[in-house]
């Protein structure tokens, strides 16, 4: 009886551990290492999987000659082709199969994939980006400053949502000037695997332009012009509410513009480690003829360890009718940072 019992126990054990086993993700690297645990997502050439000895690793897709994932996901890849599904390794090394919600089974590359977006996952699963603080060198104080950046993301099965902040600060004669500061919450809803609904609502301050405060609202569509291998170009526009005030207390009332944006995206992990972010967008007065904005923030960003980046931002920002108070229409800086990725 008591043998009866035991073995009753070991193959209760080990079909619980078999179970265990099999709901696990897997990644197999060309150097022999494996990775289990589970696949959190992917964006710009890198996987991320928490494993269950190691923690969360971030892996390089070019690295991988098997993965497995058994959770379904939103899977983006280079050709511009969306897919809900799961990952099974494929016949030939570097490769996988996507197995679709409806059956079916496609084999692709595993360096084809551009994105992947966890639809069973709960809340902060889905959460990455990145923090960043460092100094920095701007026209309207000719000093050295602080800097603080935040980025991050978070995506559900149609919609994508991109916070992005930003804040450069400089101390004088004892007191705290908040120079430069830039807050936006971004969503983009697909329609197709190209096309894309927009909208975004941005808080703004620019104490060389005289901009005390500005609020903006932008509704539109956008494109996904180009996605490559370590690439991809997106373009923006439609109507953009906004009202700001001047640092002088003049408020300008409802305005009306037209924005055009372009966000570009490039990574690159051999030598050397780096990535590159670059939104810039123009935008066309309505309300006020004949006024022109622009906005541009670009990143370079070196990796040094693991998780940690150099960071290389220059910006610019320029207006043709600045509001009341302003002895300038343009303003740039630079931002030099140690940034940490989530």
Known sequence: MHRKFLFFCFAIGSFITEGYGQDKDSIILYNGQVLVGAVQDASLGVISID?????????????????????????????KHFYYGTLK?????????????????????????????????????????NISAGLSF????????????????????????????????????????????????????????????????????????????????????????????????????????SQEKSLEGVNSGLLYEVPVMIQFNYYQFRNPDIQISSTQTVYFGISEKGRVRFNGNTSFAWQLIRYFYLNFSPYTNFDSQPPAGSGSTFDFGIIFGLSYKF
């Open 51 to 79: 494993d269950i000895d190691l923690k969360m690793q971030n892996i390089k897709l070019f690295k991988i000659k098997k993965l497995i994932i058994q959770e379904r996901f939103k899977i983006e890849t280079v050709d």
């Open 89 to 129: 390794t494929g016949d030939r090394e570097g490769w996988v199969d996507i197995h679709t919600l409806e059956g079916i089974s496609i084999p692709v590359h595993i360096t084809k994939i551009y994105e992947l977006i966890s639809i069973d996952a709960n809340f902060f699963r889905r959460l990455d980006g």
């Open 138 to 241: 701007t026209k309207s104080s000719n000093i050295g400053q602080v800097n603080f950046s935040a980025n991050i993301h978070f995506a559900t099965k149609k919609v994508d949502y991109q916070l992005t902040t930003s804040s450069i600060s400089s101390i004088d004669t004892s007191k705290l000037s908040r120079d430069n500061e830039d807050a936006q919450l971004f969503a983009a809803y697909d329609l197709t695997a190209t096309w894309f609904l927009a909208a975004s609502v941005q808080y703004q301050r620019n104490l060389e332009l005289s901009v005390s405060r500005r609020y903006l609202g932008l509704a539109g569509a956008g494109n996904r012009l180009f996605i490559k291998k370590n690439w991809r170009l997106l373009a923006v526009t439609g109507i953009t509410l």
